[in-house]
């Protein structure tokens, strides 16, 4: 029945948001990491989303959804000037990582929601089941 | 002879599979709501349920006529039967899915849903009392 099919396409979601939470959160631990000695600071990551067919081989109408990569953002890294520091470079500036942590917190934001929605389709889906199987029962 | 018992169920029994396949399209998605490119689709309910019964008829569903074809499930609708849904909003990565809207159709479908379910078990017990003997008064 095509109801079943509800927890493969939620279960890919949750899955993928998941996925997308744990970069965030990779992001936010290294906010403050400053560059090695060779001058590569943390770059963020982003995770592409692409839809994946999650049904059975022949089954082209359940459209779940995959994490197609996890790209590193190449914009320069924050410099700070700051001489003291035995990281910094001939000119006396410490470079951190890339990292916004404002945009980090909204992509947080938006993970979390879509992760509560998927739940909770997977919850009504069960439960549509369950009374489903009551059928005919008086 | 036995299944003129049943044929009244037969509406009912059409309903419910067409509301469970419109339930599997919106949880689709409500999981893409973040996938860039990615086109909401919905069905007309009533005109489906219509062309299901037979008082309207069908648009030509897939068939496969060579070996490395895929064949669509039973009961799937055709693709032409599935329309896009109208974004309210545009999005920067042209991502379709309105996740209230799409809330809301998930809450009304799932409403409908058990209403069918209901209406069915009323059927089926309305037709099992008609099956009892009648008591001696």
Redesign the interface.
């Known amino acids: 029945m095509s109801m079943f099919q509800i927890f493969n396409i939620s279960g890919s979601a949750v899955s993928a948001q998941s996925q997308r939470l744990n970069v965030v959160a990779s992001n936010l631990a290294n906010v403050d990491t400053v560059a090695g000695p060779d001058r590569q600071p943390y770059k963020a990551r982003q995770v592409t989303f692409q839809t994946a067919m999650v049904g059975a081989r022949d089954d082209m109408t359940a459209a779940g959804v995959r994490v197609a990569q996890v790209s590193e953002d190449q914009s320069p890294g924050r410099r700070v000037l700051d001489p003291k520091n035995p990281q910094a470079d001939a000119d006396g500036y410490v470079t951190y990582s890339n990292v916004s942590a404002v945009e980090e917190m909204v992509n947080m934001i938006s993970a979390s929601r879509s992760y509560q929605n998927n739940i909770e389709v997977m919850n009504t889906a069960k439960t549509l089941l369950l009374k489903t199987l009551q059928l005919g029962n008086s | 002879m036995l299944n003129r018992l049943t044929d009244s169920l037969n509406f009912q029994a059409q309903a419910?599979?067409l509301r469970?396949?419109r339930?599997?399209?919106?949880?689709?998605n409500?999981?893409?709501?973040?996938?860039?490119g990615?086109q909401a689709r919905d069905i007309d309910f009533s005109r489906a349920l219509r062309e299901a019964t037979g008082d309207l008829p069908v648009m030509p569903a897939m068939t496969t006529t060579q070996s490395g074809h895929?064949?669509?499930?039973a009961?799937?609708?055709a693709d032409s039967q599935k329309l896009f849904s109208q974004p309210a909003q545009t999005n920067l990565d042209s991502n379709t899915v309105d996740?209230d809207r799409e809330?809301a159709n998930?809450v009304d479908n799932?409403v409908k849903?058990?209403a069918t379910?209901r209406f069915?078990?009323g059927q089926?017990?309305t037709t099992?009392d008609a099956m009892k003997p009648v008591n001696a008064a």
């Open positions: 419910l599979s469970s396949e339930q599997r399209l919106l949880a689709s409500i999981a893409n709501a973040d996938t860039p990615y895929m064949s669509p499930p009961g799937a609708l996740m809330r998930f799932t849903y058990e379910l069915i078990n089926v017990r099992l």
